[in-house]
């Protein structure tokens, strides 16, 4: 992030993607409850019917139309069917015709296959959220996209550009433009990743990387990286194992030696953590935070607050590095 690119909490529509079980509905979730904590109105918009997010706010039931899931944070579903509902009532003029359309089951099975109708009626969806004004002010400040997996992230990004082929001008046009330029506002949109420190994610984050730069024109947000294991021991601490080891297996204490070796395996598995992050920093030039594996306690309420607490001072602290060393470029200059 440069000094001047607006903090990732004040764009409009933040969207996470990410391969599977790398913990994309936990850091969105993390994320809406520390821009709730700060006084915003976040809201949460999770595709398709995993009702994973239920899991994280006391199994509150998260339906299309918005509900506030805990203190100030805001959820919803965005099922294909309701969405394409929305959209054919919004674009064909006649309610009953759009209707009868949408009751039409071979019609609905149609919509499903065409290439590109659900992401359509999806992103015709996250646009009108994102216009929904209150008071003369966003309704939803930030909407919190999570996009399921990375396939999904791609096809929603590529319609602008799917659809230009195939659409003459008239409303479509308007409405693929309008899409485009609120994905490409580098102001109002961002795509943030998340991965896990492991060699298999991490090749893929940078693989998708890579892809997002070349192709897209979406401005990309913040690199999570999750589930950071702590060190295990401290230096000192390790550079006792080895006598630990040969006394206990010198005396025969068995549980001490396994003891050891389970030492020994946490210490390898934080030293691969550690290379992988520095791959991916060396890699990206994305802003990167760092999540800490949580293993003392269930993912409750305080910890998801904390997570979120964390990322946002991470890149809150990014960023005023940034502001010194270009601060101090220009006194050099
Ligand atoms: N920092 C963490 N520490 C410990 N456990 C975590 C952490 N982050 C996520 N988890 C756990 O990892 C699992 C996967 O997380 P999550 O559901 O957020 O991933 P996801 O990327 O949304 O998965 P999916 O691709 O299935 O939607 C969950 O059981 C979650 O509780
Ligand atoms: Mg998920």
Request: aromatic share 4%.
């Amino acid at each position: 992030m440069t000094a001047t690119s607006p903090a990732l909490l004040d764009r409009r529509l933040l969207m996470f993607t990410g391969k599977g079980g790398v913990g994309k509905t936990t850091v969105v979730a993390a994320t809406a409850v520390e821009a709730a904590r700060r006084g915003r109105r976040p809201l949460i918009v999770e595709l398709g019917h995993r009702a994973s997010m239920e899991g994280l706010f006391a199994n509150r039931s998260i339906a299309y139309e918005p509900s506030q899931v805990t203190d100030g944070v805001w959820a919803m579903n965005l099922d294909f069917e309701s969405a394409l509902a929305d959209y054919f009532e919004q674009h064909i003029p006649v309610k009953r015709v759009a209707r009868t359309i949408m009751r039409n089951k071979t019609l609905q099975k149609f919509f499903q296959a065409a290439p590109s109708v659900a992401e359509v009626a999806t992103l015709n969806k996250l646009s009108a959220l994102e216009a929904e004004r209150e008071g003369g002010k966003p309704r939803w400040d930030p909407i919190l996209v999570d996009l399921d997996a990375t396939g999904h992230a791609l096809m929603l990004l590529n319609v602008p550009e799917v659809m230009t082929g195939l659409i003459g001008d008239g409303p479509m046009r308007r409405l693929i433009d309008g899409f485009s330029s609120l994905l490409a506002d580098p102001r109002r949109t961002v795509l943030s990743l998340v991965t896990l420190p492991r060699e298999l994610p991490a090749q893929e984050t940078f693989e998708l990387y890579q892809k997002l730069r070349e192709h897209h024109k979406v401005a990309l947000g913040a690199l999570f990286i999750n589930q950071v294991p702590e060190r295990p021991l401290t230096p000192g601490q390790a550079g006792l194992l080895d006598r630990v080891q040969s006394r206990a297996k010198r005396a025969n204490i068995g549980p001490l030696v396994d003891e050891v070796t389970l030492a020994r395996r946490a210490m390898r598995y934080q030293a691969n953590a550690r290379a992988q992050i520095n791959r991916l920093r060396r890699a990206i030039t994305m802003p990167i935070v760092e999540l800490p594996l949580i293993t003392s306690r269930e993912l409750d309420p305080e910890a998801i607050a904390s997570l979120g607490r964390s990322a946002i001072e991470q890149l809150e602290d990014r960023s005023a590095e940034d502001a010194n060393t270009s601060h101090a470029r220009r006194m050099r200059r």
